[in-house]
């Protein structure tokens, strides 16, 4: 039984904006020099921060502690955890002149260019061995979590039950520890993640490999996650200092998802033609409409 449960440590940067209305006048100085630059804060000495400022040592030491550090030390370590996440989630983005700057154009462009690169790392990519464990599993699992990777578990799920495969999708963390517990030779996960780095679902994974499961992952390459996969499909994410729309990986991975779909049926040959056939033939009985409208809505 676990006795106690560490508390996540804050983020420094919403505690100083909390703090803000709180401050006396010359702590606030401090304050807007911090949020301004935190990568520099972070470096700079406690009488660099107090000059920059415009106040006294002992205004900075009174800051840090008004903020819930207990020295200049924990303050100026945590906002270089802080700055850490990246400063284009601090700054706005500078406007580049040469790009169409509407919605519809940064998000059409950016998502052409990650599937630009993600297409010559899916070209060298062999497929065969992830293709053709799934195409002889017992039971398939698709892991995913997060955003896109949860939507996509389940878009890999309702593609490969077209062919009659056994397949079920998790999300849930403890979920995914559970079903690895029950893992056998010849059962495949599928592990969605574009880091590669969630530490439940690594856990998970190699709970399943232990009981004798394959790991495909669709992942970073070098990542923990891609490390410990028997086939790594690679998806690579290029974002853009512009945060407000969001990530073109999902679109890597729906590539590498498709292809990876396609060449399960081209294996599975003509039992999944007819599964199709099937599919087609009682979906146009119940809703009607040309012979060209897609196996689902």
Known sequence: MISSIEQPAFDIVARITECAPELRDAERKVAALILGDLAQAAHASIGALAAQADVSVATVTRFAKAVGCRDVRELKLRLAQAAAVG????????ADSERDA???????????????????????TPFDGPATALAAANM?????QGGGSTALADELRFRLVRFGRPVASYQDALLQRMVASTAAPGCVVVALSVSGRVPEQIESCALAKRYGATLVAITAPASPLAQL???LIPVVAFETDF???PSTSRYAMLMALDVLVTEVALRLGDDCRELLRRMKHALDLHRGGGDRQPLGD
């Open 102 to 124: 509407t919605p519809v154009a940064r998000v059409y462009e950016d998502v052409q260019i990650a599937l630009e690169h993600n297409h010559r790392l899916l070209r060298q």
């Open 140 to 144: 398939i699992y698709v892991y995913g």
């Open 243 to 245: 945060i407000f729309k």
């Open 87 to 94: 400063q284009r989630f601090l700054t706005p983005a500078e």
């Open 229 to 231: 996969a028997d086939h």
